[in-house]
């Protein structure tokens, strides 16, 4: 067995790595498991065995950056970043996909366009209510958004909720300030101004605002279910 000084010093190893801490407590055990037993099995001392851990982990704990993904993590960190995004995207489409789908039936079973603007509004403030609520709900965990020192995340999914909430502010402040917004996606379900460009620009910048905000709401919620997932062992990082 390893003393605690030195489960301490895998854990300062591991920091330097810049994992998220979810992540961290996983990736902990699993090096501490492994030093155990290689000091167990080729009867070596702590350094010894953690030196040779660190060469096997070596190539994984090497950084991969990509600032299109807003991405800085180690190799298998990236990929489990990269993998989440793919779910989360993959969920988002499939959720905005029914609110276009519930849009357009609605507009086809109405012809009242007051009816359908309250629809519409409904719909997008939902969007925005979402995530204000998840973190008031939150907002007794202190260490919700902090980070240790400013490079220390709590989650995977802390990454994406800055960057994309600034766009979805830009659109939302492009898109919506014009009243005519709901008018033109009901004329369009209505095969009227089919032909005209601005109509189906502004068609196509709702839904990907629309789908960045389900993805901003989803990785919000699971944000907040693992720093209450791990939020005893926060105090251990401040």
């Not at 939902?126 to 202190?142: K, Q």
């Not at 220390?152 to 502010?169: E, M, V």
């Not at 101004?193 to 109509?199: P, Y």
Request: net charge positive; aromatic share 14%; glycine share 0%.
């Amino acid at each position: 067995m390893i003393s605690a000084e030195q489960k301490l010093e895998i854990e300062k190893y591991l920091i330097s790595k810049k994992l998220p801490i979810d992540i961290l407590l996983e990736v902990k055990d699993h090096i501490i498991s492994q030093v155990e037993e290689i000091m167990k099995d080729e009867n070596l001392e702590f350094h010894l065995a953690f030196d040779s851990v660190k060469n096997a982990w070596q190539d994984e704990l090497e950084m991969k950056s990509n600032y299109f993904l807003n991405i800085k993590a180690p190799n298998f960190v990236y990929r489990i970043m990269v993998e989440s995004d793919k779910k989360v995207l993959k969920k988002s489409l499939c959720i905005v996909l029914i609110i276009q789908l519930l849009m357009a039936i609605f507009i086809l079973k109405i012809s009242n366009k007051e009816q359908f603007n309250w629809f519409y509004l409904i719909i997008n403030l939902s969007l925005f209510i979402i995530p204000i609520s998840i973190f008031v709900f939150n907002f007794r965990n202190l260490n919700f958004f902090k980070i240790k020192k400013r490079t220390l995340q709590y989650s995977i999914y802390q990454r994406n909720l800055t960057a994309y909430s600034a766009f979805i502010t830009f659109l939302n402040s492009t898109i919506f300030d014009s009243s005519k917004s709901s008018e033109r996606i009901f004329n369009l379900f209505h095969g009227q101004d089919l032909s005209s460009k601005n109509s189906w620009i502004l068609f196509v910048l709702i839904f990907i605002m629309q789908t960045m905000m389900v993805f901003t709401n989803i990785n919000l919620f699971q944000h907040s279910k693992t720093v209450n997932h791990i939020r005893k062992y926060i105090p251990n990082y401040k």
